[in-house]
């Protein structure tokens, strides 16, 4: 299957069912709204109806309507299109979620064509909200054959080597599709046929309209099935076919959190093989996890156990890991991101990170820049070549070019109600342990002392020094600490004869 075999497709409507309660995930969490691949399922069954370009996209909804609503609705920028929300009533089935659907679609659109009761016409293409790995391109393979053979009815079917549980494919001696009986419905013969129907269709609208009107409840499970429609349109003189796809993922739903993880560990499969093909290394792909919104430049290289999420982007020449978190993250041409959790954080170009760092958001390191070992920023603005090497906090700073901040640097950016900024200039250099007590500003080119507590600004090119001038005390230790292991080697020391001093 490649994209060039897909005619556009433009249904008249996508119809996503996701009214059902899921009970099998055994969570507080609508099922379909458990994430897969960085999306909620719902949101990778949405992105894969829009991308048909329909007229109309149709989610029915009805187990925690207003979660799932509002989930839906957020999506709508992704989406590129904002869903219309159908809300099943208490009439239960597949067959009276789509008449739902169809419904709420005569009311936001009531000058509609008056093909059918719901004046809906054109290609309608029913899917479900619960099957995330389905594609646009199978889709549109469905809908291109669906329009090509100028089918009444075109459903997706696949052959399994257990199909129990599943709608049955009815075909008569000819091979024509006759129709679909649910597994509870079937004969013991029946239940022998490994044709199953993935529950994803294109209907003509019409036909679908006019059929659901005609469909009962009368069945073992006393639902409307959408099922029915096949029989239906077919008796009224309509061409039912099936498109059989060879990519069982494609149709597989999650019913229960173990479907979850082996869709999950397919999907992500897919999406590193996709980037792997586009020009990326990746070392372990059994320690690599990729969402399926990640985009990645080619000549990037991945190392063991990294995981990039949500909308991180990895430029040309990046290297990435291992053992690394990146979420919301941009990575610039040739950076290297080493042992890291960052989030919502900007990485320059041939930048350096890491080992054991944390990026919180806000972040943005320039061109050239370094955040080393054991260093936390967060809201820092950091310029180009500025390096933060080692051990450290810098929050709600802004750090201009070229500047050194020494080891175990802190911007104290909380006075315990409210945060400040600390703004240090380009050329800057803080010795080991500088504290920076915000609000301050350091001008450029300005230098301060090891241990400095910088509480008020530093002109630039001022050294700052803050600690008091050391002073020993001569025999202190034996005096106040008689007896001590320190005084003991203390003794011992000035028994010691005095090394020649050059
Ligand atoms: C359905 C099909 C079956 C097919 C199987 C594939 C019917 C009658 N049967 O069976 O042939 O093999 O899917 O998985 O269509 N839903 C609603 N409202 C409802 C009932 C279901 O929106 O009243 C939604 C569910 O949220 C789910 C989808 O429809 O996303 C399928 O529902 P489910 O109960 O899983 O259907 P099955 O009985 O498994
Ligand atoms: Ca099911």
């Not at 990895?314 to 610039?332: F, I, M, N, Q």
Request: hydrophobic share 40%; aromatic share 4%; with cysteine.
């Amino acid at each position: 299957m490649t994209e060039s075999t897909v005619a556009p497709a433009t249904p008249a409507a996508v119809i996503v069912l996701a009214a059902g309660a899921g009970t099998r995930m055994k969570s507080k969490t609508p099922k379909i709204l458990h994430p897969i691949g960085g999306r909620s399922m719902i949101g990778h069954a949405l992105t894969a109806a829009a991308g048909l370009n329909p007229r109309e996209l149709v989610a029915v909804v009805r187990h925690q309507r207003d979660l799932v609503a509002d989930h839906i609705l957020a999506l709508a920028e992704i989406l590129g299109t904002v869903p219309v929300i159908a809300d099943q009533d208490e009439v239960p089935g597949t067959g009276r979620a789509v008449q739902c659907g169809l419904e709420a679609l005569t009311a936001a659109a009531p000058d509609a064509g008056q093909a059918g009761a719901s004046g809906i016409s054109g290609t309608v293409v029913v899917t479900y909200g619960d099957v995330p790995l389905l594609t646009t391109e199978l889709l549109g393979e469905l809908v291109a054959t669906h329009e090509s053979e100028s089918n009444a009815v075109t459903v997706l079917t696949a052959l399994l080597e257990d199909p129990t549980g599943y709608g049955r494919i009815l075909r008569d001696t000819d091979g024509s599709v006759a129709g679909i009986v649910e597994h509870k419905d079937a004969t013991d013969a029946q239940r022998q046929i490994n044709e199953v129907n993935s529950g994803i269709y294109a209907f003509e609208g019409a036909v679908l309209d006019t059929a659901l009107s005609q469909v009962t409840t009368d069945n073992a499970q006393g639902e409307m099935y959408l099922t029915d429609v096949l029989q239906i349109a077919r008796a009224a003189g309509g061409r039912v076919a099936a498109v059989t796809t060879t990519d069982q993922w494609q149709v597989e739903g999650a019913n229960d959190r173990v479907q979850l993880q082996a869709l999950g560990a397919e999907m992500n499969r897919r999406t590193l093989q996709r980037h792997m093909r586009a020009g990326t290394s990746i070392q372990d792909p059994s320690t690599t996890w990729i969402d399926s919104t990640v985009t990645l430049e080619p000549d990037t290289t991945i190392l063991p156990n990294t995981h990039l999420q949500g909308t991180t982007h990895l430029s040309e020449d990046a290297v990435v890991g291992p053992d690394t978190t990146l979420v919301d993250t941009t990575v610039g041409i040739g950076a290297t991101v080493t042992r890291t959790q960052a989030s919502g954080a900007v990485i320059g170009d041939r930048a350096a990170v890491g080992p054991f760092t944390y990026l919180r958001p806000g972040t943005v390191l320039g061109e050239q820049g370094k955040i080393g070992a054991f260093y936390e920023t967060k809201n820092a603005v950091i310029g180009r070549g500025s390096k933060l090497s080692h051990l450290g906090y810098a929050g709600d700073a802004e750090i201009g070019e070229y500047t050194n901040i020494g080891c175990g640097n802190i911007t104290a950016n909380y006075d315990g109600v409210n945060k400040h900024r600390t703004v240090i200039g380009n050329h800057v250099r803080t010795s080991s342990n500088t504290v920076f007590i915000a609000p301050v500003t350091v001008g450029d080119g300005a230098y301060t002392g090891a241990g400095a507590v910088v509480r008020k600004d530093v002109p630039a090119g001022a050294l700052a020094l803050t600690v008091a001038p050391q002073r020993n005390s001569e025999g202190w230790v034996e005096d106040r600490r008689p007896g001590s292991p320190a005084a003991e080697a203390a003794a011992e020391a000035r028994t010691r004869p005095a090394q020649p001093t050059d």
